[in-house]
């Protein structure tokens, strides 16, 4: 395996648009798949990724608002996201989930309510 030449073709196809790249670019810059770890520009990529649509960006997205990871930390952002994640469902059935239950939890302790 070559993560970098990974990264190098992910960034290509994530800069014209392609949602799945950007999501990539996203976990690559989280886990240092082929770049430095930077939590920040891992959270621009979910964001972009987010704002088209992909449920499993816009929970890790609300994950990055929830700890503040990249992100000034926002429970209204983050809360928000989740909702969005949850709404439509998600590829993976964890995160779609996972979303469900951090929109319980946001709503029983009072965080991020509109």
Known sequence: PNASAA???FRKAAERGHVGAQL????????GMGVE???SVAAEWYKKAAVQGAASAQ?????AYTNGEGV?????EAFAWFRKAAK???SNLRKSE???????MGFLEGRGMP
Do not use: E, P
């Open 7 to 9: 990264v190098t073709w």
């Open 24 to 31: 990539r670019m996203g976990l690559a810059y989280r886990d």
């Open 37 to 39: 770890v930077d939590v």
């Open 59 to 63: 929970f890790l997205l609300g994950v």
């Open 72 to 76: 000034q930390r926002n429970d209204t």
């Open 88 to 90: 439509q469902g998600s």
């Open 98 to 104: 996972k979303a469900m239950y951090n929109l319980g």
